[in-house]
């Protein structure tokens, strides 16, 4: 089937979030939907995710589910906001525990923060299924990138999260706790070996030079023959020797310490004290 995409692009975090369509229904599924938030003053926003529910409302659709391709590290999920206002279940990959247990530790959360991915309605893992109306999605598992990272394949329409970003911008980093640019290569050769046709649909997009515009649609075929770090049957240790060194030079992203806390909840804030307030913390020295 060849579903229909419509895409919301923030440029505040250069995340691309999804609305898929069942083309024969009303059924639809929201991709990596952001909260907009203002690092200064701490101040959440639902701009964004504003638009997503007034496009699917304007349309007249039903959406089934509220899907995480990973636990982001450069936005905050308004996954529950959607959730409030459109219904549908939250799904992310099984091995959301293993985040959840690492940070966990990193933020101090304590016995009352839950480690099993209870938070989220649906954990996938390698081979599950889903239905969108009349739309079957297939789940990959793809990590490297984080070790919960998905592919969510729905028809001819793979949603690639962070693994793979458009062709002449290459793929994702691999330093944080988790990561691995060996798991991310072998990850990216079950992806391209899809058909060649198929489309792929890129979590962020960062304008690579000489490019004017934002893009975010490719197919297989393009990523195999044109992609900048794993294009032309590139071997294992000639792309972890390029990911690991080009890893060692990035810095951290500005919202990771909010990001973490936030979407390893399914996108819900820590527990507010006993006046209601609600806070984050910010460990020193740990990532």
Known sequence: MHPTVKAFFDQATNTVSYVVRDPNGSACAVIDSVL?????????????????IEWIKAEGLNCAWILESHVHADHLSAAPYLQEHLGGKIGIGANITLVQDTFGKVFNEGTAFQRDGSQFDA??????SFMIGQLRGEVMHTPGHTPACLTYVIGD?????????MPDFG???????????????????????????????????????GRDDYAWETTVGEQKALNVHIGEGRPLEEFTSMR?????????PLLILP????????GQMPDPDEKGDVFLKIPLNKI
């Open 36 to 52: 907009d938030f203002d690092h200064a003053s701490g101040r959440t926003d639902t701009t964004s995710a504003d638009a997503i």
């Open 244 to 252: 690991d060194a080009r890893d060692a030079t990035l810095g951290m």
């Open 123 to 128: 954990l996938f893992k390698e081979g599950d």
């Open 259 to 266: 990001s973490l806390q936030v979407n390893m909840r399914a």
């Open 171 to 209: 793929t994702a980093r691999c330093d944080f706790p988790g990561g691995s640019s060996e798991d991310l290569y072998w990850s990216i050769q079950k992806i391209l070996a899809l058909p060649e046709e198929t489309r792929i649909f890129v979590g962020h997009d960062y304008k690579a030079p």
């Open 157 to 165: 329409a793979a949603f690639v999260g962070d693994t793979l970003f």
